[in-house]
């Protein structure tokens, strides 16, 4: 991470408290910046002024408008993907059917859908989002001390928190980071110098024992740390009028800074997040990017004037072609199985969060990625990076909800009415919060300059709603049930009514098998049997001999959900069955293989009988003892990861997991009418993940 650009905690441990090396060391590298921006606040005659604090929902990667904001029923499947629009609270406002929660809630919002950057690179497009400025040159992909800087470092520097001044401007639970480990630019002080950068906490706020070490300090008190920087203080004084002052003053606002975070109750308080009720975690989400939202609203309350949660990365999908929100492949899969459930159900509880609280009127929330998403489906079912049209939504302090700003063109990939561009948005945040978007600011070196150069979108400000007309939403909570992280919807069959064909919808997800048995037509196949699945031979006795030809496979089988780079484990708990012991060692053993395999599919279809294997393990199933049943737990293992860092490895249309029960024997096996019932009796199938490790 280059050294100019934030105070990361706690990847630098540079606020650990047991004494004064990691301060040291974090204000040695904070005075590199040799500069401190001019402060003059520019003419507020002009200010609405109606937000106290800012909190921007960045959803790294670029959401696709057609599955969000802008859904296009009338254009040809390949636009218009697999989901429907549903009806909201707003008579004449649709979102996509993956949003019920929020569409509850579109009288509070306002969704802009006509807003471009023209680029398709992450830290390019990012940039402008980020920092309300086109980037002139280069690609964006790597952040340098001459860029702009980024919308809270404006904020910090001309509107600074009353209550938390140390904390200003905050943004968490990560940098905003490509897939080969690069800093997207736009994210820190830049041209004002590394001071006015919003403070980073790198935190995994979703973890059980949660507790953020740089703010937790249980044998240094915030009056013995406040004396250990008397010295600091002094070393100060030294240098007062001398040709480095410059460099004095970047030290005394970092040590400032640095000794209000360390000893704030405030500060320690707001990022306890063992101190809201469980109902209120579990409203939130329990996964990363909820407990992240929460612990921004947290920071909210207590005083911060900008939070920024950028959408956080998990484990293995650095070596993806879909991490975040970039959906090259698969787009539908990751938007009906995490991506939508988490941000509809976290947005949802923000909103009604700071209502209950009295927040939402005084705090402006903001929810946009970096571009949108191309509106034509790839060969891999995904979407990709798309600067002509993207959306953003704002709700909270100033903003009229109810309305939708803009539209895009029946196949939402251009502009079509109100195009506006991010500088739009930015100047629409500055006006809200209370600086002059057309006033100027001075860098580190003394040049003079315009905060933005666009004007606020004023159509979208207001004390009240834009229509006070509402409507009945069609949403269906059910379609889209909160996240629940699993590699498998359904591991077991207690929940499972009926197995579905092979060859059935992907939609919906779970337990598909062929040939399905439908006593007393089918001799071989795939069957439940109470709340567990059995594979294998069931004669209908009375009927003639029928022959199982040599190829004939049975085969139980399930869609492994958002797969990422790293360690996939399969375990299924089976054990041998049937009517008789005899009948199953000497006819089913005899003629039939068992194994586990992990596949990808073929076709979009996802139909298991059209894949790939990509490993498998044979194995052979010992008989139940009915006193005493003697499980079988089969275990495969594979690693599906790139060769390097900055390559991807492609998971293709998706991957599954299946139990076959196949002929291992050359021509027809004839099961005679007297054979009794021989299968393996399957109890439970599930995946283990364990995340690519970067070397």
Same mark, same amino acid.
């Given at each position: 991470?280059?050294?100019?650009?934030?105070?990361?905690?706690?990847?630098?441990?540079?606020?650990?408290l047991?004494?004064?090396?990691?301060?040291?060391?974090?204000l040695?590298?904070?005075?590199r910046?040799?500069?401190?921006?001019?402060?003059?606040?520019?003419?507020?005659g002009?200010m609405?002024?109606?937000a106290k604090s800012v909190?921007?929902?960045?959803?790294?990667?670029?959401?696709?408008?057609?599955?969000?904001?802008?859904?296009?029923?009338?254009?040809?499947?390949?636009?218009?993907?697999?989901?429907?629009?549903i009806?909201t609270s707003?008579?004449?406002?649709?979102f996509?059917?993956?949003?019920?929660?929020?569409?509850?809630?579109?009288?509070?919002?306002?969704?802009?859908r006509?807003m471009?950057?023209?680029?398709?690179?992450?830290?390019?497009?990012?940039?402008?989002?980020?920092?309300?400025?086109?980037?002139?040159?280069?690609?964006?992909?790597?952040?340098?001390?001459?860029?702009?800087?980024?919308l809270?470092?404006?904020?910090k520097m001309?509107?600074?928190?009353?209550?938390?001044?140390?904390?200003?401007?905050?943004?968490?639970p990560?940098?905003?980071?490509?897939?080969?480990?690069n800093?997207?630019?736009g994210?820190?002080?830049?041209?004002?110098?590394?001071?006015?950068?919003p403070?980073?906490?790198?935190?995994?706020p979703?973890?059980?024992?949660?507790?953020?070490?740089?703010?937790?300090?249980?044998?240094?008190?915030g009056?013995?740390?406040?004396?250990?920087?008397?010295?600091?203080?002094?070393?100060?004084?030294?240098f007062?009028?001398?040709?480095?002052?410059?460099?004095?003053?970047?030290?005394?606002r970092?040590?400032?800074?640095?000794?209000?975070?360390?000893?704030?109750?405030?500060?320690r308080?707001?990022?306890?997040?063992?101190?809201?009720?469980?109902?209120?975690?579990?409203?939130y989400?329990?996964?990363?990017?909820?407990?992240?939202?929460?612990l921004?609203?947290?920071?909210?309350?207590?005083?911060?004037?900008?939070?920024?949660v950028?959408?956080?990365?998990?484990?293995?999908?650095?070596?993806?072609?879909?991490?975040?929100?970039?959906?090259?492949?698969?787009?539908?899969?990751?938007?009906?199985?995490?991506l939508?459930?988490?941000?509809?159900v976290?947005?949802?509880?923000l909103?009604?969060?700071?209502?209950?609280?009295?927040?939402?009127?005084?705090?402006?929330?903001?929810?946009?990625?970096?571009?949108?998403?191309?509106?034509?489906?790839?060969a891999?079912g995904?979407?990709?990076?798309?600067?002509?049209?993207?959306?953003?939504v &704002?709700? +909270?302090?100033?903003? !009229?909800? =109810?309305?939708?700003?803009?539209?895009?063109?029946k196949q939402? #990939?251009? /502009? $079509?009415a109100?195009?506006?561009?991010?500088?739009h948005?930015?100047a629409?945040?500055?006006?809200?919060?209370?600086?002059?978007?057309?006033?100027?600011?001075?860098?580190?070196?003394?040049?003079e300059?315009?905060?933005?150069?666009?004007?606020p979108?004023?159509?979208?400000?207001g004390?009240?709603?834009?229509?006070?007309?509402?409507a009945a939403?069609?949403?269906?909570?059910?379609?889209?049930?909160?996240?629940?992280d699993?590699?498998?919807?359904?591991?077991?069959?207690?929940?499972t009514?009926t197995?579905?064909p092979?060859?059935?919808?992907?939609?919906?997800?779970?337990?598909?098998?062929?040939?399905?048995?439908?006593p007393?037509?089918?001799?071989?196949?795939?069957? &439940?049997? +109470?709340?567990?699945? !059995?594979? =294998?031979l069931?004669?209908?006795r009375?009927?003639?001999n029928? #022959?199982? /030809? $040599?190829?004939a496979?049975?085969?139980l089988a399930q869609?492994?959900?958002?797969?990422q780079?790293?360690?996939?484990?399969?375990?299924?708990?089976?054990?041998?069955?049937?009517?008789?012991?005899?009948?199953f060692?000497?006819?089913?053993?005899?003629?039939?293989?068992?194994?586990?395999?992990?596949?990808?599919?073929?076709?979009?279809?996802?139909?298991?009988?059209?894949?790939?294997?990509?490993?498998?393990v044979?194995?052979?199933?010992t008989w139940l003892?009915?006193?005493?049943?003697?499980?079988?737990?089969?275990?495969?293992?594979?690693?599906?990861?790139?060769a390097?860092?900055?390559?991807?490895?492609?998971?293709?249309?998706g991957?599954?997991?299946?139990?076959?029960?196949?002929r291992?024997?050359?021509g027809?096996a004839?099961?005679?009418?007297?054979?009794?019932?021989a299968f393996v009796?399957v109890?439970?199938?599930?995946?283990?993940?364990?995340?690519?490790q970067?070397?």
């Open positions: 991470m280059p050294n100019w650009e934030t105070r990361a905690m706690p990847r630098r441990d540079a606020l650990a047991g004494g004064m090396a990691g301060l040291t060391a974090l040695a590298e904070l005075s910046g040799q500069a401190r921006a001019n402060t003059r606040t520019p003419n507020e002009r609405f002024g109606k909190l921007l929902l960045f959803l790294s990667g670029g959401p696709p408008q057609h599955e969000t904001f802008d859904p296009k029923p009338d254009a040809p499947a390949e636009i218009r993907g697999p989901f429907n629009p009806s707003v008579p004449g406002i649709q996509c059917e993956l949003l019920p929660r929020t569409a509850l809630r579109a009288h509070r919002l306002a969704v802009i006509s471009f950057t023209n680029n398709n690179i992450h830290g390019g497009s990012g940039y402008w989002v980020l920092t309300g400025r086109q980037l002139l040159s280069g690609d964006g992909e790597n952040a340098q001390p001459t860029d702009w800087p980024n809270a470092s404006i904020v001309l509107r600074p928190s009353e209550r938390l001044p140390s904390l200003s401007a905050v943004s968490l990560e940098l905003f980071i490509g897939n080969g480990g800093i997207e630019a994210q820190f002080g830049g041209i004002l110098g590394p001071q006015w950068s403070e980073f906490i790198e935190c995994k979703a973890d059980k024992n949660f507790q953020l070490g740089g703010l937790y300090a249980p044998r240094v008190s009056e013995q740390m406040r004396q250990r920087v008397s010295l600091l203080d002094a070393l100060g004084r030294t007062e009028g001398s040709p480095r002052s410059a460099v004095v003053q970047v030290h005394d970092v040590t400032q800074q640095a000794v209000e975070l360390l000893t704030s109750g405030g500060a308080q707001a990022f306890n997040l063992h101190d809201e009720p469980d109902s209120v975690r579990d409203r989400g329990r996964y990363p990017w909820g407990q992240s939202v929460l921004g609203r947290r920071l909210i309350e207590a005083g911060v004037r900008f939070v920024t950028n959408w956080p990365r998990i484990p293995g999908d650095r070596g993806v072609d879909n991490p975040l929100w970039d959906t090259h492949a698969r787009n539908a899969d990751r938007m009906e199985d995490v939508a459930p988490q941000f509809d976290t947005f949802a509880a909103l009604d969060d700071l209502q209950e609280r009295g927040l939402l009127d005084e705090t402006l929330v903001v929810a946009v990625g970096e571009f949108g998403r191309t509106p034509r489906i790839n891999n995904g979407r990709d990076h798309w600067g002509p049209v993207m959306n953003a &704002l709700a +909270g302090a100033g903003i !009229a909800g =109810g309305q939708v700003y803009g539209s895009s063109d939402g #990939a251009y /502009p $079509a109100d195009p506006v561009n991010a500088g948005l930015a629409t945040i500055f006006h809200l919060v209370g600086i002059d978007s057309q006033g100027t600011f001075r860098d580190r070196v003394g040049r300059l315009s905060i933005t150069d666009a004007e979108l004023f159509k979208l400000l004390e009240e709603p834009a229509t006070s007309q509402r939403s069609s949403g269906d909570l059910a379609r889209v049930p909160p996240f629940r699993g590699s498998l919807k359904h591991p077991d069959f207690t929940s009514e197995l579905l092979a060859d059935a919808s992907a939609s919906p997800k779970g337990w598909r098998a062929s040939p399905l048995v439908d007393p037509a089918t001799v071989f196949g795939t069957r &439940l049997l +109470g709340q567990q699945a !059995a594979l =294998g069931w004669p209908n009375g009927a003639d029928a #022959a199982i /030809p $040599a190829q496979q049975a085969i869609q492994i959900l958002d797969p780079a790293g360690q996939f484990t399969a375990k299924a708990i089976i054990g041998g069955s049937g009517s008789t012991r005899e009948g060692e000497q006819f089913f053993l005899k003629h039939f293989r068992c194994r586990l395999t992990l596949f990808r599919f073929n076709e979009a279809s996802k139909s298991a009988l059209k894949r790939t294997e990509l490993a498998s044979e194995f052979t199933p003892d009915a006193q005493q049943p003697n499980w079988q737990t089969i275990t495969l293992e594979k690693q599906l990861a790139p390097a860092l900055g390559a991807n490895f492609s998971f293709g249309l991957i599954g997991v299946a139990l076959i029960v196949e291992k024997t050359d027809s004839v099961v005679s009418a007297d054979l009794e019932d009796r109890q439970r199938i599930d995946v283990e993940f364990r995340g690519w970067i070397a």
